[in-house]
């Protein structure tokens, strides 16, 4: 399967996924901070880009803590503000999820989103490498 394939593929779910939720942009990254498919509602390649960067290095920085701590692993962060929420999650040890959404999505509903964002990546991607 090309990669072209691939990330459309991955961007169909993240479409369905935000549909289905509310959740206003998704974005799927190398844990090395390069975007790998997103769907943002306020568009811009930079903004992928942007997201893929700070989700992995918070996923770092995050995944360092834990370790000093002795609280291993990882299983998702989350940053609440009154403009909006921010859900990381790890798809494996390569691939990092966030979920982007407005004040009026509860969190709960935005674990579920990412949850099945990291099922279907584990799906797309697992057959890609076979």
């Known amino acids: 399967m090309n990669s072209t394939a691939t990330g459309e593929k991955l961007r169909h779910v993240l479409r369905s996924i935000m549909d289905e939720t509310g959740v206003e942009g998704m974005i799927v990254f190398t844990m090395d901070g390069f975007p790998v498919a997103s769907e943002i509602r306020a568009t811009g390649e930079m903004l992928e880009e942007?997201?893929?960067?700070?989700?992995a290095g918070l996923a770092s920085l995050a995944e360092n803590t834990l370790k000093n701590i002795g609280m291993l692993p990882l299983s998702?962060?989350?940053?609440?503000?009154?403009?909006g929420n921010i859900l990381l999650e790890k798809a494996n040890q390569e691939i990092g999820i966030m979920a982007l959404a407005g004040p009026s999505i509860p969190l709960g509903i935005m674990r579920v989103a990412i949850q099945k964002a990291s099922t279907e990546i584990d799906r797309i991607l697992?057959?890609?490498?076979?």
Not at 50 to 55: C, K, T, V
Not at 76 to 82: A, C, D, G, H
């Open 76 to 83: 998702r962060l989350t940053i609440e503000s009154p403009r």
């Open 126 to 130: 697992g057959r890609e490498q076979t």
């Open 50 to 55: 942007l997201f893929s960067a700070i989700g």
